[in-house]
């Protein structure tokens, strides 16, 4: 099992940045493709960036290409999410998963474990 716990969230404006951090507990951290997602009030939850295994292959959503990006540290056990030119479209619960049977997965369904989430609030 892992355990997720996001850090980095809050409020911002438009325009601005936030760096989201997903600390993982465990020793194979390395063998989980990773994904952010995130979820808005009476919206269904959506994969935003997804990184495999070893952080070669990458997905981003049509919606935040050029914006984030999402990075992981195998050996701290951390995955990253990057945020830029932020957009009041953006705001969001936004959480952290990891699955362990797919190198790397963009569909909620695949992942099978998730974090607490965090908030992200862009004002305009």
């Known amino acids: 099992q892992v355990q997720l716990v996001e850090s980095g969230g809050g409020l911002v404006q438009a325009g601005g940045s936030l760096r989201l951090s997903c600390a993982a507990s465990?020793?194979?951290?390395?063998?989980?493709?990773m994904g952010w997602f995130r979820q808005a009030p009476g919206k269904e939850r959506t994969c935003v960036a997804a990184?495999?295994?070893?952080?070669?292959?990458?997905y981003y959503a049509d919606s935040v290409k050029g914006r984030f990006t999402i990075s992981r540290d195998n050996a701290k056990n951390t995955v990253y999410l990057q945020m830029n030119s932020l957009k009041p479209e953006d705001t969001a619960v936004y959480y952290c998963?990891?699955?362990?049977?797919?190198?790397?997965?963009?569909?909620?369904?695949?992942?099978?474990?998730w974090g607490q989430g965090t908030q992200v609030t862009v004002s305009s």
């Open positions: 990184i495999s295994t070893g952080g070669a292959t990458l």
């Open positions: 465990g020793r194979t951290f390395s063998m989980y493709g």
């Open positions: 998963a990891a699955t362990a049977s797919y190198t790397y997965a963009y569909s909620v369904a695949l992942y099978d474990y």
